[in-house]
Nanobody, 118 residues
Framework: QVQLQESGPDLVKPSQTLSLTCTVS??????????WNWIRQSPGKGLEWMAN???????YYSPSFKSRTSISRDTSKNHITLQLSSVTPEDTAVYYC??????????WGQGTQVAVSS
């Protein structure tokens, strides 16, 4: 069974770049048909899909985040990285990594809480 674990800083200052890592175990991030997604939930808001990277390396971004988001992968470490630049307090959220296959989310990490504050 594929398991995902997010990691990153608990606190980031405004205008800095947030970097998060999703470490995948129990399967390769190059498994055919899979995409690896970053999703967040801000206080009082619903889930927001941010970006994904597919098993073949193709990347897709939500228009809401495209201008300041970059998603990448390291196949040797079997992990996915998300960078979010120019953060503001509105980027305070729980950030989740999730796998998707055949249009369904299959596995979720437990999430990592990030606060943006000076």
């Amino acid at each position: 069974q594929v398991q995902l674990q997010e990691s990153g800083p608990d606190l980031v200052k405004p205008s800095q770049t947030l970097s998060l890592t999703c470490t995948v175990s129990g399967g390769s991030i190059t498994m055919s048909g899979y995409s690896w997604n970053w999703i967040r939930q801000s206080p009082g808001k619903g889930l927001e899909w941010m970006a994904n990277i597919h098993y073949n390396g193709d990347t897709y971004y939500s228009p809401s985040f495209k201008s300041r988001t970059s998603i990448s992968r390291d196949t040797s470490k079997n992990h996915i990285t998300l960078q979010l630049s120019s953060v503001t307090p509105e980027d305070t959220a729980v950030y989740y990594c999730a796998s998707k296959r055949q249009y369904k989310f299959r596995s979720w990490g437990q999430g990592t809480q990030v606060a943006v504050s000076s």
